[in-house]
């Protein structure tokens, strides 16, 4: 069964600090693996995805993600924050069933950024 | 613009009391999913749907039920609404293949 893990519910960084925010995830069969960021009062949108292929993705917005099988981990980073970073990250994992592609995603990290 | 649509955006209801939310998407995108967002739980996927007439269960479809009969338009029932069914409701789509998704702006949901 899948499972997704992000590790601090809340994250503080300084302006111009690296950003990192951690996924760890579970799947029987090579996942998908996305990150998703939420802006207040708006839907999710994407930030990056790992399919197939090179480990280390990058996203927008400066974001980049490093698919590590060997420690079943996505963490999510970006060298220097921006005050507009600030927003909830969600970490998912897919695979494909029956009907579709089931998706779970993690609690969610909110990331809040001090000028 | 290509974008996902839910209708309405808010409501409050009270236990019992029928509703639909609808969600439609202009994409061509042949996979949609309904979500639930609860604080500190993430996003927990209700339903999902490969295609027209195609549907399976996400991790808590207890209470609701989807119909897909156009590509376009996956509505999500709530035949009997709970106060547990109060939250924040996403419908998204994704391009063949179900890799990313686009999502809606979101329903809150507020049942008394």
């Known amino acids: 069964a899948q499972s997704v893990t992000q590790l601090g519910s809340h994250v503080s960084v300084s302006e111009g600090a690296l950003v990192l925010l951690r996924c760890n995830y579970s799947s029987s069969v090579p996942p998908y693996l996305f990150w998703y960021v939420q802006y207040p009062n708006q839907g999710l949108q994407l930030l990056l995805k790992?399919?197939?292929?090179?480990?280390l993705v990058k996203g927008i917005n400066g974001f980049e993600a490093e698919f590590k099988k060997s420690e079943t981990s996505f963490h999510l980073t970006k060298p220097s924050a921006h005050m507009s970073d600030a927003a909830e990250y969600f970490c998912a994992v897919s695979e494909s069933g029956t009907g579709g592609f089931k998706t779970i995603f993690g609690a969610g990290t909110r990331l809040f950024v001090k000028a | 613009e290509a974008q996902v649509t839910q209708n309405p955006r808010y409501l409050i209801t009270v236990t019992g009391k029928k509703l639909t939310v609808t969600c439609s998407q202009n994409m061509n995108h042949e996979y949609m999913s309904w979500y639930r967002q609860d604080p500190g739980l993430g996003l927990r996927q209700i339903y999902y749907?490969?295609?027209?007439?195609?549907?399976d269960k996400g991790d808590v479809p207890e209470g609701y039920k989807v119909s897909r009969k156009e590509k376009r338009n996956f509505p999500l029932i709530l035949e009997s609404p709970s106060p547990n069914q109060t939250s924040l409701y996403f419908c998204?789509?994704?391009?063949?293949?179900?890799?990313?998704?686009?999502f809606g702006p979101g329903t809150r949901l507020t049942v008394l």
């Open positions: 998204a789509s994704s391009p063949p293949g179900g890799n990313e998704q686009f």
């Open positions: 790992y399919t197939t292929g090179a480990t």
């Open positions: 749907s490969m295609n027209v007439e195609v549907t």
